[in-house]
Nanobody, 115 residues
Framework: VQLQASGGGLVQAGGSLRLSCAASGRIISANVMGWYRQAPGKQRELVAT???????NYADSVKGRFAISRDNAKNTVYLQMNSLKPEDTAVYYCNIDRGPGYRYWGQGTQVTVSS
């Protein structure tokens, strides 16, 4: 399974970015796709996840600002990020998870928010 993320970049505080991540290869249905992020010197943390059925979960720090969605036909997950803050600066990784032995990561895309 390969995950190709895109859409990162540099934006001013208060701005918006949209990340995309397309999965290819042996895709198992009923999976969970998600976004995680890792800032310098910090551990990787959950941002948001979404099931095949559309159930979502968000970190408290992004609730009300970020929205995760997916296109099951395209095996693609999106992350719309609004009202960005400098503390959102991190490398963002997409992920697909179907339990033990089936967890894959994308290569990461840099998001930098300037104050």
């Amino acid at each position: 399974v390969q995950l190709q993320a895109s859409g990162g970049g540099l934006v001013q505080a208060g701005g918006s970015l949209r990340l995309s991540c397309a999965a290819s290869g042996r895709i198992i249905s009923a999976n969970v796709m998600g976004w995680y992020r890792q800032a310098p010197g910090k551990q990787r943390e959950l941002v948001a996840t979404i099931t095949t059925g559309g159930s979502t979960n968000y970190a408290d720090s992004v609730k009300g600002r970020f929205a995760i969605s997916r296109d099951n036909a395209k095996n693609t997950v999106y992350l719309q990020m609004n009202s960005l803050k400098p503390e959102d600066t991190a490398v963002y990784y997409c992920n697909i998870d179907r339990g033990p032995g089936y967890r894959y990561w994308g290569q990461g895309t840099q998001v930098t928010v300037s104050s």
